[in-house]
């Protein structure tokens, strides 16, 4: 299977998907450049993609061995262009607007970016003040045990700024991935969100 990120230089969108009927050759299309897919997105395009879901599943897999999948229940659609385990020395990047190559996201980052998603599934709405709130709870409760790191966005008595300011701009990026995934909608440019920012389930 092959590991790229990259499509191969040799192939286009149209070249690809030539022998695919219409409806196929548009869901190809479409995963060609973006990878995932949610009914709240593209309704229609979500609704093309697992109708025919058996189709596209068949030609990623014969023609670049990259494994695709429907989620109906959960309203999203995945083209897998990884292995299902990627490697570590591998994160995602976080995309900066006006920037040609985002930061490569941190193991904090990637924690309180699951944590997000725990919180998400309890509470679909919420501001960016309480969620910073229920992950400072969380965090603090399973610290103690190592289970997770301690987080803290806001100065504490006798501290500097510096690791308080670290820890909510490493909140905010890991909202950024979320956004970028479509995981979350956010109602605010994410660079005002260190002050506040709701988010609700996109």
Same mark, same amino acid.
């Given at each position: 299977m092959s590991g790229a990120d990259d499509l191969p230089d040799a192939y286009t969108d149209d070249e690809m998907a030539e022998h695919a009927n219409p409806e196929v050759r548009s869901v190809i299309a479409s995963f060609l450049r973006s990878q995932f897919l949610t009914v709240e997105s593209d309704p229609d395009l979500f609704r093309l993609a697992v109708h025919h879901k058996d189709e596209v599943r068949a030609w990623f897999a014969g023609t670049l061995g990259w494994p695709f999948e429907a989620y109906p229940a959960d309203g999203m659609c995945r083209l897998y262009k990884r292995r299902w385990d990627p490697p570590a020395d591998r994160p995602p990047r976080i995309n +900066?607007?006006?920037a040609t190559r985002g930061r490569t996201a941190s193991p904090f980052v990637i924690t309180l970016m699951c944590l997000v998603c725990e919180q998400r599934w309890r509470h679909p709405e919420?501001?960016?003040?309480? +969620?910073?709130?229920? +992950?400072v709870q969380t965090c603090v409760t399973e610290s103690e045990s190592g289970r997770l790191p301690r987080f803290q966005p806001v100065t504490q008595a006798g501290e500097g700024r510096a690791r308080a300011n670290a820890h909510r701009l490493a909140l905010v990026d890991a909202l950024r991935l979320l956004e970028g995934w479509h995981v979350i909608a956010v109602d605010q440019p994410l660079d005002v969100a260190k002050t506040i920012a709701p988010i609700s389930s996109s």
């Open positions: +900066l607007p006006g919420t501001s960016f003040n309480d +969620l910073q709130r229920a +992950l």
